[in-house]
């Protein structure tokens, strides 16, 4: 079945940059993109990004164009997505998700399970 | 503040019908396809609607949900505990070239 399973919690210090990495198998990796969207804690979905795992393009939210880089390896089916210069505000849980269209303008399906990054002194 | 604007919580008892609403502009929803999501709390969210009125494999025919002009909605008829969780819309937005997503709307079943 199709599944995208997400590296375990992390916690950094402010100033820190963190590396998700999302696992992808069930599907041919190269005919999706891959998302990035973030939930604070108790708040809604802001999407962060999108990556074409075909040609490695990329597009990003405004908001988090310098400080994220994300990143597709196709021998390994797996995308990465770093956030560097951490401040408290970046506690989150992060998803990955697949997306059929890299216009963006396609659904997320599935999500992975997420990964809580923390950030504090 | 969200782009798509949702209500933030709604409610109903059981095998009541809810409609849930997604407002935005000529921009996002006016010019592209609307998604629909669930999140049960503490899980990722599940794709429950794409393409504005098509349901994903496996999502009940209880849940519709249609487009016109500027705005969403999604219904859930005969309504079942199961059903608590957050819905979020979402679609492509054009003038900001980003996918944007509504608050949210926290459905109660009571």
């Known amino acids: 079945q199709v599944q995208l399973v997400q590296s375990e919690p992390e916690v950094k210090r402010p100033g820190a940059s963190v590396r998700v990495t999302c696992k992808a198998s069930g599907y041919t990796f190269t005919l999706y993109s891959i998302a990035w969207v973030r939930q604070v804690p108790g708040e809604g979905l802001e999407w962060m990004g999108l990556i074409s795992t075909y040609n490695g393009k990329t597009k990003f939210a405004q908001r988090f164009q310098d400080r994220v880089t994300l990143s597709a390896d196709t021998s390994t089916t797996t995308a990465h997505m770093e956030l560097r210069n951490l401040t408290s505000d970046d506690t989150a849980i992060y998803f990955c998700a697949r997306v059929e269209d890299y216009s963006g303008n396609s659904d997320f399906d599935p999500w992975g399970q997420g990964t809580l990054v923390s950030v504090s002194s | 503040q969200s782009v798509l604007i949702q209500p933030p919580s709604a409610s109903g008892t059981p095998g009541q019908r809810v409609t849930l609403s997604c407002s935005g502009t000529?921009?996002?929803?006016?010019?592209?396809?609307v998604n629909w999501y669930q999140q049960v709390p503490g899980t990722a969210p599940k794709l429950l609607i794409y393409s504005s009125n098509q349901r994903s494999s496996g999502v009940p025919d209880r849940f519709s949900a249609s487009k016109s002009g500027t705005s969403a909605s999604l219904a859930i008829r005969g309504l079942q505990s199961g059903d608590e969780a957050d819905y979020y819309c979402g679609t492509w937005d054009d003038s900001l070239s980003a996918y944007v997503f509504g608050s949210g709307t926290k459905v109660t079943v009571l």
């Open positions: 000529s921009s996002n929803i006016g010019t592209n396809t």
